[in-house]
């Protein structure tokens, strides 16, 4: 059986205080791609769960076996559903790793849902995120994918209208971020950010909707680049080159590093990325919103 697993990136990411259990609490919209993981799923006649984890390099060991999320992810649903089962999980990783894209909980997500119909297993839907919560704060949200809104560590996630469908130029510089790093370095910093013109970038529900609806560019935030470009200032320098270039905006993902922008038509997009490539010698990928 195989199994795609979507990057996704944040069109808008405030920090609203930090639990005395050391998460964050977010508000923040996740938007998936199509730029997918390829994972293959077959049953052993063993209850053995193996996990091997490939790029285009080869065999990926530190993201191989039990240390990859998706073998938390297996184990977690056989013991919820006390199933005595294996799998052989083959993850071909076409979105980079660490940075900001959600690749590991996309990969987990896909994991629960491939291995639910693999093991013929009866479980509903809320069991299922009540899982994915325990594995991490983004995989409730790629349970469903498209468009939606995370609340909470993330992990509350409540859907959207979907945007009008658009380009999206994805760079990346090459490293990686650690996403616990970025937000204890955050936690100094409890004010949100009051850009000019605005009291803050708080949003509700409501007034998310309305601007993923209307203008979207208005929506666009991330707090997390408050200590991320300062710490890698490349980071910037490759948001001003796209706005400078032809993109309509441009933003980190996440934690990053990886930054998006988007494109009025492949010409453009195409365009950018030879310019960007040259300029920064990064990594690109030009895809569409699902």
Not at 89 to 107: C, M, T, W
Request: hydrophobic content about 40%.
């Amino acid at each position: 059986m195989k199994v795609f697993a979507p990057a996704k990136i944040n069109l808008y990411l405030q920090v609203l205080g930090r639990d005395k259990n050391g998460y964050h609490r977010l508000r923040t919209v996740f938007q998936a791609l199509k730029l997918y993981d390829e994972i293959s799923l077959s049953e052993t006649g063993n209850n053995r769960i193996e996990i091997a984890c490939f790029d285009k390099k080869g065999a990926i060991k530190a993201l191989s076996g039990k240390q990859n999320i998706v073998y938390k992810a297996a184990v977690l649903l056989r013991q919820r559903q006390k199933a005595d089962k294996g799998a052989t999980i083959r993850i071909k990783k076409n979105i980079p790793v660490a940075a900001g894209l959600g690749g590991g909980s996309s990969d987990a997500a896909a994991v629960l849902l491939g291995l639910k119909k693999l093991w013929k297993l009866r479980l509903k839907r809320k069991e299922l995120v009540n899982i994915a919560g325990k594995i991490g704060a983004d995989v409730p949200f790629f349970l469903s994918g498209h468009t939606a809104m995370g609340e909470g560590y993330g992990n509350i996630v409540t859907p959207l209208p979907g945007m009008k469908r658009k380009r999206v130029l994805l760079v990346s510089p090459g490293f990686r971020v650690r996403a616990k790093w970025a937000y204890d370095k955050l936690h100094g910093r409890p004010k949100p950010a009051k850009p000019p013109g605005l009291k803050n970038r708080v949003y509700g529900v409501n007034k998310i909707k309305k601007m993923i609806e209307g203008d979207i560019e208005a929506l666009l935030f991330n707090r997390l680049e408050e200590v991320t470009i300062p710490r890698y200032p490349v980071i910037g320098r490759i948001k001003d080159f796209l706005v400078d270039n032809g993109a309509g905006f441009s933003m980190m993902s996440g934690s990053g590093p990886v930054v998006f922008a988007f494109v009025k038509d492949e010409k453009t997009g195409i365009d950018l990325m030879k310019r960007t490539k040259k300029a920064f010698n990064c990594s690109s990928w030009l895809v569409e919103t699902e």
